[in-house]
């Protein structure tokens, strides 16, 4: 089903539009509100109007892509999610089975992965690897900020920042995929991880073809592989 197809009656617009327009402006409020951060109590105000009561499965996609950019989009002076405590909320909706695992979206495991290793890494239980830079590259960084007017959807794209690494020659390489898992370095043994438990239950339960074979392969060959190159 196309979202920007489907209209709700008495609507304008198209029901992606009305959806993206009002998760854009809370990341764009909370961006500019200095001491603010969306909470856990409002966070579930958001996942009941587009997961638990909403009539459009693509709802959940939309909000799952919304939360890991939002908890991306962090920087030193604004927080538009806790990751941790989002981490938490989604952790919690597994564990009591309100969540649909069985149909969980890529992007719904690229986030709990996401969580999974910075809950981690801050109880140091596991150290990242950064990556050496590619030989002649160099980098350019382009911003654009957003301003909302008064007018309905007058806005113009989100605020948004983005690296991009050139060759010598001009030509762009190979961009890092979007679902690629950053690798890391074991400081504790594999079963003393928190939220293991999560990974197992997505691995048991999950039934989406482009889902399980990635949280396994997570399970067996980051994890394996991170325990390996600690003992080296």
Not at 88 to 117: H, P, R, S
Not at 146 to 170: C, L
């Amino acid at each position: 089903m196309d979202r920007r197809k489907v209209f709700v009656a008495g609507s304008l617009y198209a029901h992606h539009d009305e959806i993206d327009e009002r998760l854009q402006f809370l990341k764009f409020f909370a961006s500019v509100s200095e001491g603010y951060c969306i909470s856990k109590k409002e966070l579930g105000v958001i996942y009941d109007l587009l997961v638990t009561k909403s009539c459009v499965e693509t709802d959940q996609q939309e909000f799952l892509i919304w939360c890991k950019s939002s908890c991306e989009s962090q920087t030193a002076k604004a927080a538009i999610l806790d990751l941790g405590e989002v981490g938490e909320f989604f952790t919690q909706k597994i564990a009591n089975k309100e969540l649909d695992v069985k149909n969980l979206t890529a992007v719904g495991l690229e986030f709990l992965q996401l969580y999974f290793i910075s809950l981690n890494e801050k109880e140091g239980k596991l150290e990242r690897v950064v990556p050496a830079p590619a030989a002649q590259r160099t980098t350019g960084e382009w911003r654009s900020y957003n301003t909302y007017s008064a007018g309905p959807y007058s806005r113009t794209a989100a605020s948004w920042t983005a690296s991009h690494s050139w060759t010598g020659n001009g030509q762009k390489p190979e961009e890092k995929k979007d679902d690629e898992v950053p690798q890391f370095l074991l400081k504790s043994l594999p079963a003393e991880l928190s939220e293991l438990e999560m990974l197992w239950t997505l691995v048991l339960e999950c039934q989406a073809p482009d889902v399980v074979p990635k949280v396994i392969d997570f399970l067996i060959k980051e994890i394996g592989r991170a325990s390996c190159r600690e003992r080296v």
